[in-house]
């Protein structure tokens, strides 16, 4: 099974700042990985796509990069309503696999 | 605008069985063009794929819960279920339901917390 590892587990940033998170698969998935934003109480909600594209709506202070096996999530310019937990998202024909999370805490 | 909204019961004795239902609803929704997940999330843990299905029956699990859950869809209804057999106290969680667009889950219910206790 493929095994997607997230770092960090958590931070802490402070309005303004730039944030990377990053995902790593335990084997090269292409770009079949995508990103999402979870708040307290909530859904999760899709940023990312195929690793770099933008699902519409999402401002474009959140970016994707990445292929194979390393791919980071970056939010240019951190703002309030940034504040919540990401997870990235591999999926294939036969499964889908989170990574552990990554929780962005205010500064 | 795509909906999804879980129901079933929110309390389930151990060793019985956690069923839910998925409503799909909204403009566009081209059922059967998806497949169709449930994933679930214990409390102040993080994302747990369960499995999916198309329209056509065809299913897919996750290995870890594989011989304990069964997926189905009533194309009639627009609806999906889950069935998670012999449940214990670690199956305790908010189960979602989402649809996947084949480059992951783009819409997603308001989730539903199952409590496992007797």
């Known amino acids: 099974d493929i095994q997607m590892t997230q770092s960090p587990s958590s931070l802490s940033a402070s309005v303004g700042d730039r944030v990377t998170i990053t995902c790593r698969a335990s084997e090269g998935i292409r770009n079949d990985l995508g990103w999402y934003q979870q708040k307290p109480g909530q859904a999760p909600k899709r940023l990312i796509y195929?690793?770099?594209n933008l699902q519409s709506g999402v401002p474009s202070r959140f970016s994707g990069s990445g292929s194979g096996t390393e791919f980071t999530l970056t939010i240019s310019s951190l703002r309030p309503e940034d504040f919540a937990t990401y997870y990235c998202l591999h999926h294939n024909p036969y499964f889908l696999t989170f990574g552990g999370g990554t929780k962005v805490e205010i500064k | 605008q795509v909906q999804l909204q879980e129901s079933g019961p929110g309390l389930v004795k151990p060793s019985q069985t956690l069923s839910l239902t998925c409503n799909v609803s909204?403009?566009?929704?081209?059922?059967?063009?998806?497949?169709w997940s449930w994933v679930r999330q214990p409390a102040g843990k993080g994302l747990e794929w369960i499995g999916r299905v198309y329209t056509t029956g065809t299913t897919h699990y996750n290995p870890s819960l594989k011989s304990r859950v069964t997926i189905s869809v009533d194309t009639s209804k627009n609806q999906f279920s889950l069935s998670l057999n012999s449940v214990t106290a670690a199956d305790t969680a908010v189960y979602y339901c989402?649809?996947?667009?084949?480059?992951?889950?783009?819409?997603w219910g308001q989730g539903i917390l199952v409590t496992v206790s007797s």
């Open positions: 195929a690793a770099s």
């Open positions: 989402a649809r996947d667009d084949r480059v992951g889950l783009d819409y």
């Open positions: 909204g403009t566009s929704t081209y059922f059967g063009s998806y497949y």
